[in-house]
């Protein structure tokens, strides 16, 4: 089979995806498990017989989709107890966060100017912990992951303990499609359950304080916050999460 037929039937592929894929609103909160959104050239293989791509998968990638965009993000996560986020979250412009979804999960696009100058204000405020800061380097379609804590057996089930991000980017022209799923989980010795969101053993309390999965719309320029409130009970913290993308 020659290349220009195959690049007929691929670009009749790519435009079908295209077209069964609609616009994403740009905040969505997902339900795990769910599905990433894959660009078209993860797509193809799934629709073209692999006979076609026996010799000319490099050439005609290269042809249809060029280089993957690289993809840089910086992103930092604080917590602190709900009576001291309270009056600086009241601060914020916009007031209004643009989603507000399970466990008081808000969500605000803000540019990196203001972004930056918000996450200052959080870390300088008295009785804010920075779980942690950190720079991951990707590309367009290709995920990435972070994850700092330690594994700690209870009931004879290994638990991770701390903070782990997954995160999968497609570029666009004007816009980042950013899928993040994050937990953040902390273990206590000596603590009483306060809600399900905590596993209970003899000595030893998992609780978890962050727990999302979002498709966000992050145009070029602005950054995200993410901001969700931990169970109620004698542990009661909102946890931040600030991500900004190049």
């Known amino acids: 089979m020659g290349i220009g037929l195959c690049l007929a039937l691929l670009t009749i592929v790519v435009v079908a995806i295209a077209l069964r894929n609609p616009k994403p609103p740009q905040c969505l909160v997902l339900q795990r498990p769910y599905s990433k959104p894959l660009f078209a050239r993860d797509q193809i293989l799934a629709h073209v017989p692999g006979v076609i791509w026996a010799s000319w998968l490099p050439r005609i990638e290269a042809m249809l989709f060029g280089q993957r965009k690289p993809v840089s993000m910086e992103m930092e996560v604080v917590s602190a107890p709900a009576e001291i986020a309270a009056p600086w979250v009241s601060k914020l412009s916009p007031p209004q966060p643009e989603l507000v979804g399970a466990r008081d999960l808000r969500v605000w696009f803000l540019p990196d100017a203001d972004l930056k100058a918000a996450r200052r204000q959080f870390e300088a405020s008295p009785g804010v912990d920075v779980v942690n800061h950190a720079g991951i ?22 638990n991770e303990v701390g903070l782990r991000i997954d995160c999968f980017t497609r570029v666009h022209e004007h816009s980042f499609d950013l899928t993040t799923d994050a937990i953040f989980t902390e273990a206590f010795t000596n603590h009483v359950a306060a809600s399900g969101n905590e596993l209970v053993g003899d000595k030893l309390v998992i609780c978890t304080n962050f727990d999302l999965a979002v498709r966000l719309q992050v145009p070029r320029g602005s950054g995200v916050l993410l901001l969700q409130s931990s169970p109620s009970g004698t542990h009661h913290h909102v946890v931040g999460l600030f991500l900004t993308l190049h």
């Open 137 to 158: 380097s990707s590309a367009d379609g290709i995920e990435c992951s972070l994850f700092t804590g330690q594994t700690m057996a209870w009931a004879s089930v290994t």
